[in-house]
């Protein structure tokens, strides 16, 4: 009975690990108030064991459209769990294809010579950590920082 019971309490901790984690609590007003039309839009590429440009610097209040393009041969992900909970989300869009809405996520995965693009508002002011979750590619260089001012 022990065994099970922490069996059971190890395969809900993550659970548990995101009820605690919090989206901004006005993300969707800020959304719907923000003008879209007047974007700004920022290109990252990613290739094997970086990210181009490898630092951002975003203005809080103001909605920006983040490419994430890799044009590398391997799979990479966008990870910033810290980030990505301190931005208002409208959506990520796949190749114009199709579009994922969510309070918020902690990671991103772009598949070789794919693209994801981020539509977002930064909300609160701070340096967060970015960097790929891929085997050893953040210890060959695949980490930066993006900053909200």
Same mark, same amino acid.
């Given at each position: $009975?022990?065994?099970?019971?922490?069996?059971?309490?190890? $395969? %809900?901790?993550?659970?548990?690990?995101?009820?605690?984690? =919090? /989206?901004?609590?006005?993300?969707? &007003?800020?959304?719907?108030?923000?003008?879209?039309?007047?974007?700004?839009?920022?290109?990252?590429?990613?290739? &094997?064991?970086?990210?181009?440009?490898?630092?951002?610097?975003?203005?809080?209040?103001? /909605?920006?459209? !983040?490419?994430?393009?890799? &044009?590398?041969?391997? #799979?990479?992900?966008? =990870?910033?769990?810290?980030?990505?909970?301190?931005?208002?989300?409208?959506?990520? $869009?796949?190749?114009?294809?199709?579009?994922?809405?969510? /309070?918020?996520?902690?990671?991103?995965?772009?598949?070789?010579?794919?693209? %994801? #693009? %981020?539509?977002? !508002?930064?909300?609160?002011?701070?340096?967060?950590?970015?960097?790929?979750? !891929?085997?050893?590619?953040?210890?060959?260089?695949?980490?930066?920082? !993006?900053?909200?001012?």
């Amino acid at each position: $009975m022990r065994t099970l019971a922490a069996v059971l309490a190890l $395969m %809900l901790t993550p659970v548990v690990a995101l009820a605690q984690a =919090t /989206p901004v609590p006005n993300a969707a &007003e800020l959304v719907k108030a923000a003008d879209w039309k007047a974007m700004e839009t920022i290109t990252v590429v990613m290739g &094997e064991h970086h990210y181009t440009p490898q630092d951002l610097t975003l203005k809080a209040g103001r /909605p920006y459209k !983040i490419e994430l393009k890799n &044009e590398g041969d391997k #799979d990479h992900y966008y =990870t910033a769990p810290e980030f990505f909970q301190n931005v208002a989300w409208r959506k990520v $869009m796949v190749n114009k294809q199709a579009e994922i809405k969510a /309070p918020y996520f902690s990671a991103v995965e772009i598949l070789k010579k794919g693209q %994801l #693009d %981020l539509y977002l !508002i930064p909300v609160n002011k701070g340096s967060y950590v970015v960097y790929c979750t !891929i085997d050893d590619h953040r210890q060959q260089g695949m980490e930066g920082r !993006i900053t909200i001012e």
